[in-house]
């Protein structure tokens, strides 16, 4: 049997010691793993952002979200529009929607990061004498990027807006 106070009895004190110690730092180095695992998976509110959208896709989304029915096109320096020109109950309002069309698309182009040419081009369906129904070049207009930078499309008259363009062709039915 063994007392208190015996030489045994402070191997057994040294050995809780050690054990303390041992839990001690184990508990320590748990916490430096989950530290570096925070700052290296970084904040979950973070990873959950989207990447950044293509500025080319950023114009054509918000094309298509103004001017409905149009398809975006790009190729290097240009981006083209087609868009449908509404019929209206008259000629005159046939004209104010192809006019507000094209207004709306400088107004995307502006806001976004293209500096390219662009061209529209308007269309409008069309019924052949043998019924068959197909599409005629209603509108073309092309705007250089200078040009582009000119127009203020808050402020760009309506009858004005064709007139800017570098090129154009203006159907008969878009005229009055």
Excluded: C
Aim: aromatic share 4%; no cysteine.
């Amino acid at each position: 049997m063994t007392h208190r106070g015996t030489p045994q009895a402070a191997e057994h004190r040294d050995r809780k010691g050690r054990g303390l110690i041992a839990v001690i730092a184990l508990i320590v180095v748990l916490i430096v793993v989950a530290i570096l695992v925070f700052l290296f998976t970084g904040n979950t509110e973070e990873s959950e952002q989207p990447a950044a959208e293509d500025p080319q896709t950023a114009l054509a989304d918000a094309i298509e979200a103004q001017v409905s029915g149009s398809t975006v096109e790009f190729t290097p320096g240009l981006v083209a529009v087609e868009f449908q020109v509404r019929q209206g109950a008259s000629p005159s309002a046939m004209i104010l929607s192809a006019q507000d069309d094209t207004i709306a698309v400088l107004r995307a182009v502006k806001g976004s990061e293209w500096e390219g040419t662009v061209e529209m081009t308007g269309l409008m369906a069309s019924v052949e004498p043998v019924d068959e129904e197909t599409e005629q070049e209603m509108l073309r207009v092309v705007y250089l990027p200078e040009t582009v930078a000119q127009i203020d499309p808050d402020a760009v008259a309506r009858d004005d807006v064709w007139e800017m363009a570098d090129e154009r062709f203006v159907g008969l039915a878009l005229t009055e």
